[in-house]
């Protein structure tokens, strides 16, 4: 077994409202990382997806507040460290972070190269000027970017590749965690595309030791990442393999995730969307049972009043519901 | 031309085109954002135009709606010249055509109460003297069609409800419209995946139950494969491909759509990396 890059057991954080009341948008979240593999979070908009990135950082300000639970990088636990010491030790060198607009960051009046030693300065302020550029010249063309870019604005790049300069910025103290929080959702498709190949390359030559990734594009996510975990008012609902994931879901959540996915390939003209009835429900009084009982076919009474446990199958594949696998699997074939 | 696409031929033309173009600007700063398109569009057809950001799908929505004027070539609507050449005229126009956009929040007034919005849907049609009994039934039904209670809107101003609602309700005023032809442009791409199937489906609905001829416009083309009965795919103003959906996503012929449908993840197949920019 290789070495684990990200261990995150049991990790609750909240949100205080301006009323004093907890909303915990991630409850009791565990997930482990191997160096080298890529884990992506799925889930409807509001599961605490984006929460859980910003948990991982160790990066609270309010209204988020760390309540329990432990985050180790690399054998380091970081979990509740103070902003100042994660800021200066633990952003950028151990996990970085890539959010939506990640493109805006870019102050229009800086070169890109000023960026970069930014960058390394904060964590080394001894390092010279002149070593930073060579560097950042190197890992730019082998990334496949332009060297020029270094030497222009940013309003002189296009979306795509804006995107893409951020992410070769964020990663250029080699991290051990990045995570990419829909990091291609504002562009087109073809952009899109040489961010995911960006990101591939990045994690082939050993730049950054492994990713979380966080999208609701399912076929993205099955193509960019090693696991799937599904996510579910503010807790997880399955992991498993992409591949698995993707045809076989187990959760009845997941279940109707997958149904959602248009690609345009043979074959899905005559598939039935799914559309899962109901919306999620408020966190500031999450039902006693199971979450996703209000909105699950599959419903048991007894789903409604008892705590859901997660239950591991082995190999990487958990999932938390009252129905045995074996009897998912067999109320899935008799819809078929 | 497949047999599916011979089917439709036969139904009479709801709004068609012949070399519509939008030029913006003048003289050396001239920018052509439509170039000469031509178009058919069938009686209850589901048409999808696809293009990336910037290929003119919706200057050429805002033409096909009346909103901007056409600096070349002649729009039919219903078999003779459209004339919106008159407030009145256009008014009459609207009442043929509506659309529904990407955010919902522009689509109504902050201070009118959704009960107004769907009231003047009911003036538009002629409905304004009607009875209050008559007029409640007539919005439950539009509401119960877009799985909302009309009880649980009444009374509510937009900004308190859900984007999902919104776009939702949006199709409702299109239900109680009952317009020929339904303008989509881009309705779902701020909706995430489990709610989109939804919205899809009340569209098709639509079609089948009132007949519309649904002009969807959207930059996803797995989408418009999924839902659409024919394809046309726009690249600088042009229409580069256009037929029935299987043929222009299943045999692509122009370099443009296939470059477009390869660099959509794909699920079935392998997605090729290597072949990027």
């Known amino acids: 077994m290789s070495k684990i890059m990200l261990e995150v057991n049991e990790l609750t954080t909240k949100y205080i409202t301006r009323f004093h009341e907890d909303v915990y948008a991630v409850d009791h979240v565990s997930l482990k990382i191997e160096e080298g593999k890529s884990l992506g979070i799925a889930g409807e908009s509001g599961c605490g997806k984006s929460t859980l990135a910003l948990s991982l950082m160790g990066y609270y300000f309010a209204p988020l507040h760390y309540q329990s639970g432990d985050i180790i990088i690399d054998g380091k636990n970081i979990s509740g460290m103070k902003p100042d010491d994660v800021r200066k030790n633990i952003l950028g060198s151990e996990i970085a972070y890539i959010p939506q607009a990640a493109m805006n960051a870019l102050n229009p009046t800086r070169k890109i190269y000023k960026f970069i030693e930014d960058v390394v300065l904060a964590h080394d302020s001894k390092a010279d000027k002149k070593d930073i550029f060579e560097m950042a010249r190197e890992r730019f063309s082998r990334l496949g970017l332009p060297v020029e870019t270094l030497d222009k604005h940013a309003v002189e790049l296009s979306g795509g590749m804006k995107q893409r300069t951020v992410i070769a910025i964020s990663t250029i103290l080699q991290p051990k965690v990045l995570i990419a929080d829909e990091p291609s959702s504002a562009l087109d498709v073809t952009s899109q595309k040489m961010v995911i190949k960006m990101l591939r390359d990045m994690m082939d030559s050993g730049f950054i030791k492994s990713m979380i990734f966080i999208t609701h594009e399912l076929p993205l996510l099955y193509n960019v990442t090693d696991d799937i975990m599904v996510m579910y008012a503010g807790q997880i609902v399955e992991t498993n393999n992409s591949h698995d994931m993707v045809f076989n879901p187990l959760h009845p959540y997941s279940k109707g995730l997958m149904g959602s996915i248009i690609v345009p390939e043979e074959g899905v003209r005559d598939q039935k969307l799914t559309a899962i009835p109901g919306t999620p429900p408020n966190l500031k009084n999450p039902p006693k049972g199971c979450r996703f009982a209000e909105r699950c076919k599959y419903v048991m009474p007894q789903c409604r009043f008892n705590e859901m446990p997660m239950i591991n199958l082995g190999d990487g594949h958990q999932y938390r519901c009252g129905h045995s696998h074996e009897h998912l699997k067999e109320m899935y074939a008799d819809e078929q | ?277």
């Open chain 2, 1 to 277: 031309m497949s047999s599916e696409n011979k089917k439709l031929d036969t139904r009479p033309l709801c709004l068609s085109g012949k070399g519509v173009t939008k030029v913006f600007g003048t003289g050396n700063k001239a920018n052509v954002a439509v170039d000469h398109v031509d178009f058919e569009f069938h009686e209850g057809e589901f048409v999808s135009i696809v293009g990336e950001s910037g290929s003119g799908k919706t200057t050429l929505s805002k033409m096909l709606l009346g909103l901007l004027n056409v600096t070349e070539g002649q729009i039919d609507f219903q078999g003779k010249p459209r004339d919106i050449s008159s407030r009145s005229k256009k008014n009459e126009y609207w009442k043929g055509i509506q659309a529904i956009f990407q955010d919902p929040f522009s689509s109504f007034n902050v201070f009118h109460k959704i009960d107004a919005v769907l009231l003047d849907c009911i003036a538009m049609r002629g409905g304004r003297n009607l009875p209050k009994e008559e007029k409640i039934r007539l919005m439950t039904e539009a509401c119960s069609f877009v799985n909302l209670k009309y009880a649980e809107l009444t009374n509510k101003y937009p900004f308190e409800l859900s984007g999902g609602q919104m776009q939702r309700l949006m199709i409702a005023r299109i239900f109680l419209l009952k317009p020929k032809i339904l303008l989509a442009d881009e309705p779902t791409s701020m909706i995430d995946a489990c709610s989109r199937a939804t919205i899809l489906d009340m569209l098709l609905q639509l079609r089948d139950e009132v007949g519309m001829t649904v002009i969807f416009i959207t930059h996803d083309i797995g989408l418009a494969y999924y839902i659409s009965d024919s394809v046309y795919i726009m690249e600088h103003g042009k229409f580069v491909e256009r037929g029935t959906a299987d043929d222009v996503i299943l045999r692509p012929q122009a370099e443009y759509t296939k470059r477009l449908i390869n660099d959509v993840p794909k699920i079935y197949e392998a997605w090729d990396l290597s072949t990027v920019g």
